[in-house]
């Protein structure tokens, strides 16, 4: 079974651009979680997603916002591009939801490099 | 608010050697715990999920413990190998948080031949 795939895999904008990533989950998953990894910060939880909804967020402005397809493929957007952006975002498929066994299975990744 | 930490930042130790990394975690309410591993610039690897319920899982080299009621887990890796070297790091899966994994600041690993 073909694992979490995310293109791109390397992104380089200008400040003020805005972005958008893609993520295809496992097949059968239909939970997608977003995360942002920076150096300083770590890794950060953005959004996810389960049935084409938004079900939970994380602490990011505005400027960061998702969706998801009845396939389970999800997208997350960032508009008006700060340096501050550049980071490895990661997305996460699992089968289940909200359960003991919930695993979360990682893609490899989109590099974004703000400048 | 969930507090994930694991200590040591960073571990260096010879071919041969058991590696111990320790998680901690602030708030019992978990579904579970999993230990990822972390190559250079890459994503995550799943290596082990604890659920809340149990005590300990192992897979080949790899065994984890978790005692949810102090909040800790550890992660055994025997006979340590160079390709061991990565960055490990733990995460939690909170009850009150669906599809949010709270994540240490993870443990690099060197495994020096």
């Known amino acids: 079974k073909a694992g979490v795939t995310q293109t791109p895999r390397y992104l380089i904008k200008t400040r003020g651009q805005q972005v958008t990533l893609s993520c295809s989950p496992i097949?059968?998953?239909?939970?997608v979680s977003w995360y942002q990894q920076t150096p300083g910060q770590g890794l950060q939880f953005l959004f996810e997603y389960f049935s084409e909804t938004q079900r939970n967020k994380g602490n990011f402005p505005g400027r960061f916002s998702g969706r998801q397809f009845s396939n389970s493929r999800s997208e997350m957007n960032v508009s008006t591009l700060e340096l501050g952006d550049s980071a490895l975002y990661l997305c996460?498929?699992?089968?289940?939801?909200?359960?003991?066994?919930?695993?979360?299975?990682f893609g490899p990744g989109t590099r974004l490099t703000v400048l | 608010k969930q507090e994930v930490t694991q200590i040591p930042a960073a571990l260096s130790v010879p071919e041969g050697e058991n590696l111990v990394l320790n998680c901690s975690f602030t708030?019992?309410?978990?579904?579970?715990l999993q230990w990822f591993r972390q190559d250079p610039g890459k994503g995550l690897t799943s290596l082990l999920l604890?659920?809340?319920?149990?005590r300990e899982q192992t897979s080949g080299r790899l065994n984890a413990s978790l005692d949810k009621s102090s909040g800790r887990s550890t992660l055994y890796i025997a006979a340590s190998q160079p390709g061991d070297s990565a960055t490990y790091l733990c995460a939690v899966l909170g009850t009150d948080s669906w599809g949010k994994l709270q994540f240490g600041a993870g443990t690099q690993v060197v495994v020096t031949p």
């Open positions: 604890i659920q809340s319920s149990q």
């Open positions: 097949s059968g998953h239909r939970s």
């Open positions: 708030d019992s309410a978990i579904y579970n």
């Open positions: 996460a498929s699992s089968l289940v939801r909200g359960a003991s066994t919930d695993t979360q299975y």
